[in-house]
């Protein structure tokens, strides 16, 4: 956990993450998992932080070879994007209900003043990135 939080942080320096809180599985056996929330603001698009979080999935060594084994070694769900929510079921989770209370409602530092801009010319939206 300590390496995708430094990972995404690296990447999107605006995210304020919850505690970690350890839950069992859902709907199999095995080992517990260790989970946390964050929220931030990026100008990534949805696709290209969908690809961002899948390289952060391998770099933190998850793999399809774990995963078709039932070995999921990181997972990263995007619960909402630009106000949209996603992984409708997630919401309903009683760990997710319990670190939303401990999320921060806005990054300290606003729009993020340390976010990469667009080169000149170009326009890219801040959006807003809850609950990672």
């Not at 999921?72 to 769900?77: C, G, K």
């Not at 630009?82 to 319990?98: F, L, S």
Request: hydrophobic content about 30%; proline content about 8%.
């Amino acid at each position: 956990m300590r390496e995708a939080r430094a990972l995404l942080s690296e990447r999107i320096p605006t995210l304020r993450f919850t505690r970690n809180m350890q839950t069992q599985p859902i709907g199999h056996a095995g080992p517990s998992y260790l989970n946390c929330l964050c929220r931030g603001t990026t100008s990534l698009s949805l696709p290209d932080l969908l690809v961002m979080l899948k390289d952060v999935e391998r770099q933190c060594g998850d793999t399809p070879e774990h995963r078709s084994c039932g070995h999921v070694l990181m997972d990263i769900d995007l619960l909402s994007y630009d106000g949209i929510r996603h992984h409708a079921d997630d919401w309903e989770r009683p760990y997710i209900i319990n670190l939303l209370k401990s999320l921060p409602l806005e990054s300290p530092i606003g729009e993020d003043e340390r976010a990469p801009r667009p080169a000149s010319g170009e326009s890219h939206p801040t959006r807003h990135i809850n609950d990672l």
